[in-house]
């Protein structure tokens, strides 16, 4: 079956760094996404990897090990408007894009 | 246009009644996604499009839903018979191919008294 795991919830304080972990099992891949989601509202793009090793944007940075089946988000300098929910994404050799159900991140002052 | 679009914004309706939810996507994207997120889950995949054939609808929970992309532009999905248990939000996204990311809409909160 197709699975992707990610913790229910962290909490981190402001200026500090938070990391979340996602781990999938999918048919096939082609590609990983982390989505950021604010209450109420549609997710938004963050990052894509498609092969191995970190990629960097800002105080972002997303890395992917594909023989693990693992990725985490790395989030930087935390500031109070990141407090939302961070869902991960797969998509499959057909296409499909997956998610999990999400990390609910709340930052702290 | 220059985002997706999804209408209504929101819905209310009565159990056992017909709903229809609309998606027009970002112009050129060929790849098409209908999602249901229920509070505090991650999106729930429902069916995929590309063009104007789905290419995946595993998602769809049962035969009372359905939806289409005639012209491999606008969708439309269809929720027969609803019932209480159906009330979500229903996201569309959009992608401009296999290896680009998918762009969501504000999605349709539907309700079913």
């Known amino acids: 079956g197709q699975n992707i795991d990610q913790p229910t919830e962290m909490t981190a304080t402001e200026g500090a760094i938070v990391q979340i972990n996602c781990t999938y099992q999918?048919?096939?891949?082609?590609?990983l996404f982390w989505y950021q989601q604010h209450a109420g509202e549609a997710p938004t793009f963050l990052s894509y990897n498609v092969l191995d090793g970190l990629e960097e944007k800002g105080r972002f940075s997303s890395f992917l090990s594909r023989s693990k089946g693992y990725s985490y988000l790395l989030l930087k300098e935390l500031q109070m408007k990141d407090s939302a929910s961070y869902l991960c994404?797969?998509?499959?050799?057909?296409?499909?894009?997956?998610f999990g159900q999400g990390t609910e991140l709340s930052v702290k002052p | 246009g220059a985002g997706v679009s999804q209408t209504p914004s929101n819905k209310v309706t009565e159990k056992g009644k017909y709903v229809e939810l609309r998606c027009d996507p970002i112009s050129g994207h060929t790849a098409l996604y209908w999602y249901r997120q229920s509070l505090g889950q991650g999106p729930e995949f429902l069916i995929y499009f590309q063009g104007t054939g789905a290419a995946d609808d595993s998602g769809l929970p049962n035969d009372r839903f359905f939806a289409v992309r005639p012209e491999g532009s606008v969708s439309t999905l269809k929720i027969q018979r609803t019932e209480r248990g159906d009330s979500a939000v229903y996201l569309c996204a959009t992608g401009g191919g296999a290896v680009t990311e998918a762009f969501f809409g504000q999605g349709t909160r539907l309700t079913v008294v």
């Open positions: 994404a797969v998509r499959d050799r057909g296409g499909k894009l997956i």
């Open positions: 999918t048919s096939g891949f082609n590609g």
